[in-house]
């Protein structure tokens, strides 16, 4: 009779197990961590169009675009509607979100509508604000209508500073001074059916 070994016996217990059980058992390197959306906000007027993007972002640090592969909702569809793909149809005025899923893992950006187009400048206050190493100020984005109607923006743009050593910003406009005597360009952006609409400002740091 032949015999096994004790590490080949387990070898063959371990394949026969992993012939049913290792996809579930086991983490693969494309697991999602999170879903990251192209554009993070966008700003349409009613029956404007704009294509979204979605990228899965895997546990190993890899990217897969899944735009066509993801399900797509948006938060109201009496704001705005989505197809398959990510194409967002603006509808009505006011904000909303769509979220592309996949996997049990969501991702989302913002859909602000209007009826009028945005212009293409941001206003941002306070402009060029100073401010003292360790403390922050609120900026305030307003996005310029068609008909020269406002409209707040500040938790919907995208804000950047750069150069995150000296001056850093979050995502609701809140800047913090870094580093005495430095300064920073800090950006508002939002997508629009066409391009996008920006405003910078600089901020020193007494």
Same mark, same amino acid.
């Given at each position: 009779?032949?015999?096994?070994?004790?590490?080949?016996?387990?070898?063959?217990?371990?394949?026969?197990?992993?012939?049913?059980?290792?996809?579930?058992?086991?983490?693969?390197?494309?697991?999602?961590?999170?879903?990251?959306?192209?554009?993070?906000?966008?700003?349409?007027?009613?029956?404007?169009?704009?294509?979204?993007?979605?990228?899965?972002?895997?546990?190993?640090?890899?990217?897969?675009?899944?735009?066509?592969?993801?399900? *797509?909702?948006?938060?109201? #569809? +009496?704001?705005?509607?989505? !197809?398959? $793909? %990510?194409?967002? @149809?603006?509808?009505?005025? =006011?904000?909303?979100?769509?979220?592309?899923?996949?996997?049990?893992?969501?991702?989302?950006?913002?859909?602000?509508?209007?009826?009028?187009?945005?212009?293409?400048?941001?206003?941002?206050?306070?402009?060029?604000?100073?401010?003292?190493?360790?403390?922050?100020?609120?900026?305030?984005?307003?996005?310029?209508?068609?008909?020269?109607?406002?409209?707040?923006?500040?938790?919907?743009?995208? *804000?950047?500073?750069?150069? #995150? +050593?000296?001056?850093?910003? !979050?995502? $609701? %406009?809140?800047? @913090?001074?870094?580093?005495? =005597?430095?300064?920073?360009?800090?950006?508002?952006?939002?997508?629009?059916?066409?391009?996008?609409?920006?405003?910078?400002?600089?901020?020193?740091?007494?």
């Amino acid at each position: 009779m032949r015999s096994f070994s004790k590490a080949a016996f387990l070898l063959v217990i371990t394949a026969s197990f992993c012939a049913t059980g290792c996809s579930d058992f086991f983490v693969s390197g494309d697991t999602i961590d999170h879903i990251t959306l192209t554009p993070i906000s966008v700003f349409l007027k009613v029956t404007e169009t704009k294509q979204f993007a979605a990228s899965a972002v895997n546990v190993d640090g890899t990217q897969n675009d899944i735009s066509g592969s993801a399900t *797509w909702n948006v938060g109201s #569809t +009496t704001i705005a509607t989505t !197809n398959n $793909t %990510g194409l967002i @149809t603006a509808v009505a005025p =006011g904000t909303t979100t769509v979220v592309a899923s996949q996997g049990g893992v969501n991702g989302m950006a913002n859909v602000v509508v209007g009826a009028q187009s945005l212009n293409t400048t941001i206003a941002i206050t306070p402009n060029n604000p100073s401010i003292a190493a360790n403390q922050t100020t609120q900026l305030t984005a307003t996005g310029v209508l068609g008909d020269n109607s406002t409209t707040p923006l500040t938790n919907f743009v995208l *804000w950047t500073s750069d150069n #995150t +050593t000296n001056v850093s910003v !979050n995502a $609701t %406009g809140v800047v @913090t001074g870094l580093v005495s =005597g430095q300064t920073a360009h800090i950006t508002a952006t939002i997508a629009t059916a066409t391009g996008a609409a920006t405003g910078t400002v600089t901020v020193t740091v007494q």
